[in-house]
C-alpha cells in the first residue's frame, strides 16, 4: 500500500494540505501518516516542565480535533505527535513510515 506523510501544525494552511492530500490518498489507494513536530522550548527555568506539559496537552488536543472531523473519512489516517528538532524528526518518520510523498 502506498503511504502519504502529511505534516501539520493545526493551522488553516496545514488543514488544507491534508485535504489535498487525502484527494490524492482516495485516488492512489494510499493510506496517510498525519505528523506533528512539537518542538519544546530550551529548559532555561525551573517552569519549564508545566509549559512542556500544557504543550504536549494542546498538540494531543489539536490532533484529537483533527481526527474526530475526519471519522467519516474512508482513507486510512494514523495521527503521530513527536517530540524533537523538526528536520531530523521529519526525516526519522519518513525513514520509518516508508513514505512516498510528503506533503505539507
Known amino acids: 500500500m502506498k503511504n502519504y506523510l502529511v505534516l501539520t501544525d493545526f493551522s488553516r494552511n496545514s488543514k488544507d494540505a491534508l485535504q489535498y492530500a487525502l484527494g490524492m490518498a482516495r485516488v492512489s489507494g494510499a493510506k496517510i501518516d498525519l505528523f506533528s513536530v512539537l518542538t519544546m522550548p530550551p529548559n532555561t527555568s525551573g517552569t519549564t516542565g508545566s509549559l512542556n506539559i ?51
Open 54 to 104: 500544557r504543550l504536549q496537552e494542546n498538540a494531543q488536543n489539536d490532533m484529537n480535533k483533527l481526527m474526530a472531523d475526519l471519522v467519516t473519512e474512508t482513507v486510512p489516517i494514523e495521527p503521530t505527535i513527536r517530540e524533537g528538532s523538526v528536520v531530523s524528526t521529519v526525516l526519522q518518520m519518513i525513514e520509518e513510515t516508508a513514505a512516498e510523498i510528503v506533503i505539507l
